[in-house]
């Protein structure tokens, strides 16, 4: 494998392709007379998150304007759906895998299967662990988007401004809130969790913020699958043990993720809070900037969410799968930081951008992420 490094964007890819750049490769779309077709496999791992379906429909799109044939899948969650899924893209002769998985440390033996038959695989999103076959990563800053969603909950507290700074004269404390994580098969989750903690731990430690629960370990706060009811449940459960029932003190709740978001906004609802900031629910924090969350931040309902633009990330991946298939490698930015047990995994990291009420036109309608009319439907 060449060592050349690609630094074109897919813009520069697809110029490529359309002009007919030589060396182009079987499946890098140069000559449709001569083209070998080549399938390039995604496993996604649910619809029922609007990011997955988003990030899917890009990367597809990007791989078919190169050229290639794509076998897009998304596996309802469960672990062996995708599992089957994979085997059968391995089977079936896939060149690249582009997988975002479901658990990550249940891939193993498809990635060996994989790279005895000599196929590409690309983690994105989610890092796959325990196996020495990830030949890419492409993400987004993970640690920064748990220090971005910390930071805005101690804005939304009134301890900070907007970028984490502390103000002069705070409220005074202890400020009750509580911690939310995701799901602890998901090797993202603590990355988040652990941006978070780190960032609110000044905090903590000074008094100015406590945990009215006492649950601040991982194990505590995380939500297998990410599912909104289960979140919904959890913290029906902590306002009956701690806040009187009816939510008296809560002052906030950091939220990874905006489906873990409404299940707790609902659950807050429920005990009578709110139903808005101005009426007094707490501060909820979240994270992808779905559609059904950025209305209700539009609606001064939930406080924030983490912006990751997926056609961002897609684009990236297509740029990393065109590079392997033409026998170079794609850049990485990060080759330190995601050890995956057995391996470093070379990536490449993407920004993020924090979402409140006054950066939906910004940040989401200006960049044609979302119409008005589907942030005032909220769908
Ligand atoms: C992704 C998040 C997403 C979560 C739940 C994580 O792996 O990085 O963007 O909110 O999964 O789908």
Sequence with gaps: MKTQMIAAGLAGLLACTLAGCAGGGAGGGANPSTQVETTIGVAMPSQASQRWIADGSAVKAGLEALGYKVDLQFANDDI????????????????VLIIASIDGTALTSQLQAAADAGITVIAYDRLIRDSPHVNFYVTFDNYKVGVAQATSLLYGLGLTDAKGVPVVDPPAGPLDIELFAGSSDDNNASFFFNGAMDTLKPFLDSGALRVGSGQTAFAQCAILRWEQATAQTRMENILASTYGG??????????????????VITALQGVGLGPTLAEGLPVVTGQDAEIASVKLINDSVQFSTIFKDTRKLADQAVVAASAFLQGNKPVANDTTTYENGVKTVPAMLLGVDTVNKDDIASLLISSGYYTQAQVDAGQ
């Excluded at 009816?246 to 299940?263: K, Q």
């Design 80 to 95: 062996p759906t995708q599992t089957q899924q994979i085997d059968q893209m391995i089977t079936k002769g896939d060149k």
């Design 246 to 263: 009816d939510g008296t003190g809560l002052a906030g709740v950091l939220s990874p993720f905006d489906g873990i978001s409404r299940g």
